[in-house]
């Protein structure tokens, strides 16, 4: 039983920051990738960063230069610093990890519930 919760979402004014967190509990034996995603009102939910065990990030085009994902192994916890937000980043943003809950256990793909994130123009 793993539960991932997103949290730090809300209303922004364009060019502000905000910072979202995600924190893996539950039968955890190592996580593998870390990511978020997010969906914006009538589209498909689209990846926005990645970051792998050893700290390999990629971006969205759209998102390169303006955010930043990291992860913290020791709390289970991966973040992604927005900056320069734009009204075109409002959507709810989905944390995702790959994890192996046990040593035997596959690895399986998890996801939180969601947290919205509104920039207003």
């Known amino acids: 039983q793993v539960q991932l919760v997103e949290s730090g979402g809300g209303l922004v004014q364009a060019g502000g920051s905000l910072r979202l967190s995600c924190a893996a509990s539950?039968?955890?034996?190592?996580?593998?990738?870390m990511a978020w995603y997010r969906q914006a009102p009538g589209k498909q939910r689209e990846l926005v960063a990645h970051?792998?065990?050893?700290?390999?990030?990629n971006y969205a085009d759209s998102v390169q230069g303006r955010f930043t994902i990291s992860r913290d192994n020791s709390k289970n916890t991966v973040y992604l610093q927005m900056s320069s937000l734009e009204p075109e980043d409002t959507g709810v943003y989905y944390c995702?990890?790959?994890?192996?809950?046990?040593?035997?256990?596959?690895?399986?793909?998890?996801w939180g519930q969601g947290t919205q994130v509104t920039v207003s123009s």
């Open positions: 539950g039968s955890i034996f190592r996580i593998i990738t």
């Open positions: 995702n990890a790959e994890i192996r809950a046990t040593w035997t256990a596959r690895v399986a793909d998890y």
């Open positions: 970051i792998s065990s050893t700290g390999t990030t």
